[in-house]
Nanobody, 112 residues
Framework: QMHLVESGGGLVQAGGSLRLSCVAS?????MGWFRQAPGKQRELVAS???????NYAEFAKGRFTISRDNAKRAVFLQMNSLKPEDTAVYYC?????????WGQGTRVTVSS
């Protein structure tokens, strides 16, 4: 059983920054961040493999940076230049032995 715990969400004004953190109970092959805005479907923000290969949604490129610390079993999402449309619940995700695991989410609200 893989457990994921996120933190770092909050309220920020447009143009500001937040850093999200997620700690896993194991060492999953792929970790990532998804988000779900009110009334919308969950979407990929970014992912990173245990070897450090990254993948970003187009909206995240140039503004968000995903990283991980394998010793700490943690993944991070640095979000800069935040926009009101970034408002969503952000979920930590782990893909491990062909199964997806999810954190409970951390809320990000960006005011204009």
């Amino acid at each position: 059983q893989m457990h994921l715990v996120e933190s770092g969400g909050g309220l920020v004004q447009a143009g500001g920054s937040l850093r999200l953190s997620c700690v896993a109970s194991g060492s999953p092959f792929i970790m990532g961040w998804f988000r779900q805005a009110p009334g919308k479907q969950r979407e990929l923000v970014a992912s990173i493999t245990i070897g450090g290969s990254t993948n970003y949604a187009e909206f995240a490129k140039g503004r968000f940076t995903i990283s991980r610390d394998n010793a700490k079993r943690a993944v991070f999402l640095q979000m800069n230049s935040l926009k009101p449309e970034d408002t969503a619940v952000y979920y930590c995700n782990a893909f491990h032995f062909a199964q997806n695991y999810w954190g409970q989410g951390t809320r990000v609200t960006v005011s204009s």
